[in-house]
């Protein structure tokens, strides 16, 4: 975690990248090493990344107890990636049945959630 880090603040994107994902594949139950893989993707501006941040943010809400904070990072996380995607119906659609169905005042994310509702619309 610290070599990639590492390699995150130095600007070596690419290899930050391989070494989170190595860390993600050999420690598959191990949610800061999850998480830290999604965040690392989720930072890109490219395709292919942003596609791998979606799927690892979903992989992490699922893996996670609803309506704790990471899963609502998750969450938050899941309909960031679909609006850098270009996808802005997903992410506003996510946004709206998450305020229709949770609480989220409690989630410490209601502002981000609401601005990326009023970009996505």
């Known amino acids: 975690m610290i070599r990639a880090a590492a390699l995150a603040k130095l600007g070596d994107v690419g290899g930050a990248l391989n070494a989170y994902a190595d860390l993600a594949q050999k420690h598959t139950n191990h949610a800061t090493v999850q998480v830290a893989y999604a965040e690392q ?13 979606l799927a690892q943010w979903r992989r992490v809400a699922a893996k996670t107890r ?9 969450k938050y996380s899941v309909a960031l990636a679909h609006f850098k995607l270009g996808d802005k119906m997903a992410s ?30």
């Open 92 to 121: 506003a659609k996510l946004i709206r049945y998450l305020q229709a169905t949770e609480d989220l005042a409690a989630s410490g994310l209601e502002g981000e959630f609401r601005d990326l509702l009023e970009r996505s619309q």
């Open 66 to 74: 609803p309506r704790t904070a990471r899963w609502f990072r998750a």
């Open 41 to 53: 993707l989720l930072l890109s501006d490219d395709r292919e990344p942003l596609r791998l941040a």
